[in-house]
């Protein structure tokens, strides 16, 4: 296995309360990996602070190889990393396709893989939606709009926070096929979710994190299917 991404004892603090204490976790090139925990676990840190937007005080980040602590976080975006914040952040002023152009702009680059109509593809109900304001779009909707709107910088790495959280069962399914067909298309994806279920249908391997330390991993089957840790770590 290549790694693509390598988080190396991560500490991380928001003012005097630290909340990450040495987390090390390893992505290879093509996988899909999950980082699974309750609320409050410290996994949307760990994706802040792989993006730069809360730097961690110590420890160290690979991208390739290449160090992306003390780099701004659009500096982090530009090194091919596609991060989803579980708030989604759509410009609710703005047209579905006007929030996905936006992003395109932004990405600077041309050329990449990932334009408009390949997202509309892998998100019909985008399409279908291409005119109506963000702020008229479902939770569901503007989920598939902000993975939609990441994919248009076409990045190596995406970062996907609670992807599914509060979805019907039947949209879940539907993210399902599209975490799926990122993953085919050459993306490498990191997932933070509590939802077992989900992570265990997209991914192979994952990480159970609590408390700011990971306390076990390896492959989502056996952590499917090993009670204990979905007691202690998993269960509500
Ligand atoms: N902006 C913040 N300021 C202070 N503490 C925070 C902040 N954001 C999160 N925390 C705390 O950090 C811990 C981990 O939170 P978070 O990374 O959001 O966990 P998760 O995403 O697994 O639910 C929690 O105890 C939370 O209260
Ligand atoms: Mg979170």
Known sequence: MTAILEVREIVTAYGQSQVLHGISLVVGQGEVVSLLGRNGAGKTTTLRSIMGLTPPRSGSILLKGRELVGHKPFEIAKLGIGYVPDDRRIFPDLT??????????????????????????????????????????????????????????????MLLDEPVEGLAPLVVRNVMEVVREIQRSGVTILLADQNLKFCRKVSARGYIIEKGLIHHHGDMESIWQNEEIVRKYLAV
């Open 96 to 157: 579905a396709e006007e929030n996905l152009e936006i992003s395109r702009r932004l990405a600077q680059k041309s050329g990449g893989q990932w334009t408009i109509e390949r997202v509309y593809k892998l998100f019909p109900v985008l399409e279908r939606l291409r005119a109506s304001k963000g702020n008229c779009l479902s939770g569901g909707e503007q989920k598939m709009l902000a993975i939609g709107r990441a994919l248009m910088k076409s990045p190596e790495l």
